[in-house]
């Protein structure tokens, strides 16, 4: 499987230059660290700051400096800081060109899962619908089962939606994958996993091409 660090290296590998990058809570905020060398994008936090760095070694600690997911970051050079109305208005204004986000499920029309659980507590939904209506490029994060075994990627999603036919990209422990025409096509495996453990935790309709190359670190 592949590690938390893993998963955000190979997610960072999407960012293009000149990208302005929204990250979700979770394995989504260690993107920050993985930015590829030679490209520059600005990540924004619901929040309000745009042009977050990664997080700070001890000296560069700034309490004051935090993530929406309330962990202390960085602010790059011209970075830009505001209130979260103004953010949202970035957001809802379809200025943000990728978001990456942590889910509970999601299903192979593209639904997503990712703010609520009944009878458990959960932090909110944060900025979650916002940014599944209005960034351009959507990649979830999540682990491919859930502790019991059961998949979280489904033909159906169970769970109260966050944003309905909007995913197209999943990275998740096991295997990147794309959703279209009503399955998940498997694209490429982690390094040591076998297709056939792809196949018996994945609950939704799956296509695997003929060659389904290994994830490369």
Known sequence: MLTREQMAQRVARELQDGDYVNLGIGIPTLVANYVPQGISVMLQSENGLLGMGGFPEPEQLDADMINAGKQTVTACAGAAIFDSAQSFAMIRGGHVDLT??????????????????????????????????????????MTHAAKSGESKLLKRCTLPLTGAGCIQKVLTDLAWLEIEGGCFILRERAPGVSVEEIIAKTAGPLRVPDYVPEMQF
């Open 100 to 141: 990456v986000l942590g889910a509970f499920e999601v299903d192979v029309q593209g639904n997503v899962a990712s703010w609520m659980i009944p009878d458990k507590l959960v932090k909110g939904m944060g900025g979650a619908m916002d940014l599944v209506a209005g960034a351009q490029n959507i990649i979830v994060t």
